[in-house]
């Protein structure tokens, strides 16, 4: 069961992540869009790359506990200020906007605020985790 405690807590801002020509395109390349990289915009879904990694320390947090063993990606919405571009060093502030149990389940959802290193807004990612509960056993009464 995940730590309501957590509720409304941001993560400290992530180290700096360098926006490579080589990154964008082994990644539209991962998605068979092989002009994609050849601008020098990412595509749109590439700041997820940066974003996921920025919400480990959340994640592997034991005081948190979130079983990921137990996590299903339920949703992924982006919203920019402007485009993600080569060149580009993004840091993450990872926000823990709600934690809802829904049948015995939760649904932990995220914001990621994407800065670049001007601290300007680049984009915030939305993710919503559906996280199971524990089964209950046939003829527990639980």
């Given at each position: 069961?995940?730590?309501?405690?957590?509720?409304?807590?941001?993560?400290?801002?992530?180290?700096?992540?360098e926006v490579t020509a080589d990154a964008v395109r082994k990644?539209?390349?991962?998605?068979?869009?092989?002009?994609?990289?050849?601008?020098?915009?990412?595509?749109?879904?590439?700041?997820?790359?940066?974003?996921?990694?920025?919400?480990?320390?959340?994640?592997?947090?034991?005081?948190?506990?979130?079983?990921?063993?137990?996590?299903?990606?339920?949703?992924?919405?982006?919203?920019?200020?402007?485009?993600?571009?080569?060149?580009?060093?993004?840091?993450?502030?990872?926000?823990?906007?709600?934690?809802?149990?829904?049948?015995?389940?939760?649904?932990?959802?995220?914001?990621?605020?994407?800065?670049?290193?001007?601290?300007?807004?680049v984009a915030s990612v939305f993710t919503t985790l559906f996280v199971a509960g524990d089964a209950v056993e046939e003829g527990?009464?639980?």
């Amino acid at each position: 069961m995940l730590n309501l405690g957590y509720l409304g807590t941001s993560l400290p801002p992530s180290e700096p992540v360098e926006v490579t020509a080589d990154a964008v395109r082994k990644f539209a390349a991962s998605l068979n869009l092989p002009d994609a990289g050849q601008t020098d915009m990412a595509p749109p879904t590439f700041v997820f790359t940066v974003t996921l990694p920025a919400a480990d320390p959340l994640f592997d947090d034991p005081e948190f506990g979130l079983d990921f063993s137990r996590v299903l990606h339920r949703e992924q919405r982006f919203s920019y200020a402007r485009p993600v571009r080569v060149g580009d060093w993004l840091t993450c502030v990872v926000v823990v906007d709600s934690i809802k149990s829904v049948a015995g389940n939760e649904l932990l959802a995220l914001r990621t605020d994407v800065t670049d290193g001007d601290d300007e807004v680049v984009a915030s990612v939305f993710t919503t985790l559906f996280v199971a509960g524990d089964a209950v056993e046939e003829g527990d009464d639980g």
